[in-house]
């Protein structure tokens, strides 16, 4: 599968997608920026790579690799992005909520097929209806598996796990599916949770001077300065501790993701 998808300036930032599908399985995304008349950039190097290998490891359980090429004339990231990619995480540590948004209904999915598929190989071909363009990867990794697959890689008959969405919070388990095996999101995280620890030690010392300074008639500017800081410092240890969590576990809730 080879497609090109040209996308206007105010469909998800502008820019023309090429999607490819090599079996049985890799998957590469290029994006070519636009220009601010919405055309998209010629040159090899306005693209940007995504190669998305993936492997079966069980029935259910499949390891993604994910490469990114990053062309020098990309546009510049979020300012709050470029600060929590260049203090505390690698900028791969947000491509996890692209994972999330459909790791707990493709968990349901997949059981719901190997069920139907027992008794029709080819049951997906009547249980999804493929009906974009984005779509067309799927399909033809499902009909390379029916052509050349045997049924998966674990065969038709192979048993899946018994299923974990009635407790959502197994599937989104960043902490386990990728900072445990990532020595820069574990790392970062463990400096956001000291951070956060030091930040608290900062702002509860603060609010002491604050209230033993009025106490015993410090000068009003220093009062002021610790009463102020205080909460501050209060702030930054809960933006710390947020980022440190994000490295373990975020609740995906559609209502306010999407």
Not at 44 to 72: C, D, E, Q, W
């Amino acid at each position: 599968m080879d497609q090109l998808r040209r996308l206007s300036p105010d469909q998800e930032g502008g820019y023309a997608q090429r999607h490819t599908y090599q079996a049985p399985g890799v998957f590469l995304i290029e994006q070519h920026y636009a220009n601010e008349a919405g055309e998209a950039a010629k040159a090899k190097a306005g693209a940007l790579n995504f190669h998305t290998y993936m492997t079966p490891l069980s029935p259910g359980v499949t390891r993604i690799v994910l490469r990114t090429l990053v062309p020098a004339d990309a546009p510049p990231p979020p300012l709050a992005e470029w600060l929590a990619t260049a203090l505390v995480l690698p900028h791969h540590h947000y491509l996890s909520l692209v994972f999330e948004s459909d790791m707990v209904i493709l968990h349901e999915q997949e059981r719901t097929l190997r069920a139907a598929a027992a008794a029709a190989p080819d049951a997906w071909r009547r249980l999804f209806f493929l009906a974009t363009a984005g779509d067309t990867g799927v399909a033809c990794a499902r009909n390379w598996l029916d052509a050349h697959g045997g049924g998966g890689p674990f065969g038709a008959a192979a048993a899946l796990a018994p299923s974990v969405a009635a407790d959502h919070k197994v599937v989104l388990d960043r902490g386990q599916r990728h900072a445990a095996h990532c020595p820069a999101c574990r790392r970062g995280g463990e400096r956001a949770a000291a951070a956060a620890r030091a930040l608290g030690v900062l702002a509860g010392v603060a609010a002491s001077g604050a209230v033993a300074g009025a106490a015993v008639g410090a000068p009003l500017g220093a009062v002021l300065g610790a009463a102020v800081a205080a909460p501050a410092l209060g702030a930054a240890a809960r933006a710390a501790d947020v980022v440190s969590q994000s490295t373990r576990f975020v609740d995906w809730v559609h209502a306010y993701n999407e």
